[in-house]
C-alpha cells in the first residue's frame, strides 16, 4: 500500500525565516508529485508540480524537489510571511490516484 | 471559467437518507475524483473516472456510488447515509499527468 508521510507535524517560525516541509513516499512508481496549500475551511489551492521526470520545480518563493530513489520530496518556503500560514498537503500520483500525507500546519508570526 | 464548483456547501442528513453531491468542470479535463477529508486521516480516493461512461474505485468507495454520463458532471451519490460519512467532501479535476484542480468542498453532517 502506497504512503505518504509528512514532517513536521506543525511548524510555527517568526516572519522572514526560510524554512523546508518534508514529504516522504513507500512507493518510488509514483507518475507525480504535486504540493498543496489549504487554509482553514476552504479546498486545495495547487502550489508545483513535479513530474517523475523531473527533480524541481519553483514558484516565486517556493521550491520543490523530488528524489525518486530516496522517497523524498521537500517544499522550501524562502523569507516566510504571515500570509503564508495554512496547511500544506503533499501527493503523489500513482496510476490514476492521489494518495494525500496528513499535511504540515504552518503558522508565520509576524 | 468557473473551474471546479460543487453544491451544496453545506448538508445535514438524518441516518438513512440518500442524497446526491454534484461537482462540475468547465476545463474539458477527462479526469475527475471524489475526496473524503476527516480530521488526523488526511484526504481519501472515494471513486475516480477517467473519461464519460468509466469510473472506478478508491480507497474508501463503500456506501458511495458514481457516474460519469458527461465529460462536465461527475455526481456522488450516498445510498444510505451514516454517521461514519460525517466530512468533507472534495471533487477534483485535471488532464492526465497535469496539476489536478478542486473544489470549494461540501460540508456533510449525518446525524
Known amino acids: 500500500k502506497q504512503e505518504v508521510t509528512q514532517i513536521p507535524a506543525a511548524l510555527s517560525v517568526p516572519e522572514g525565516e526560510n524554512l523546508v516541509l518534508n514529504c516522504s513516499f513507500t512507493?518510488?512508481?509514483?507518475?507525480?508529485l504535486q504540493w498543496f496549500r489549504q487554509d482553514p475551511g476552504k479546498g486545495l489551492t495547487s502550489l508545483l508540480l513535479?513530474?517523475?521526470?523531473?527533480r524541481e520545480q519553483t514558484s516565486g518563493r517556493l521550491n520543490a524537489s523530488l528524489d525518486k530513489s530516496s522517497g523524498r520530496s521537500t517544499l522550501y518556503i524562502a523569507a516566510s510571511q504571515p500570509g503564508d500560514s495554512a496547511t500544506y498537503l503533499c501527493?503523489?500520483?500513482?496510476?490514476?490516484?492521489?494518495?494525500f500525507g496528513a499535511g504540515t500546519i504552518l503558522r508565520v508570526k509576524s | 471559467n468557473a473551474g471546479v464548483t460543487q453544491t451544496p456547501k453545506f448538508q445535514v442528513l438524518k441516518t438513512g437518507q440518500s442524497m446526491t453531491l454534484q461537482c462540475a468542470q468547465d476545463?474539458?479535463?477527462?479526469?475527475m475524483s471524489w475526496y473524503r477529508q476527516d480530521p488526523g486521516m488526511g484526504l481519501r480516493l472515494i471513486h475516480y473516472s477517467v473519461g464519460a461512461g468509466i469510473t472506478d474505485q478508491g480507497e474508501v468507495p463503500n456506501g458511495y456510488n458514481v457516474s460519469r454520463s458527461t465529460t462536465e458532471d461527475f455526481p456522488l451519490r450516498l445510498l444510505s447515509a451514516a454517521p461514519s460519512q460525517t466530512s468533507v467532501y472534495f471533487c477534483a479535476s485535471s488532464y492526465r499527468g497535469y496539476e489536478q484542480y478542486f473544489g470549494p468542498g461540501t460540508r456533510l453532517t449525518v446525524t
Open positions: 501527493a503523489m500520483e500513482y496510476g490514476n490516484k492521489l494518495v
Open positions: 513535479i513530474q517523475s521526470s523531473q
Open positions: 476545463m474539458n479535463h477527462e479526469y
Open positions: 512507493d518510488s512508481a509514483i507518475y507525480n
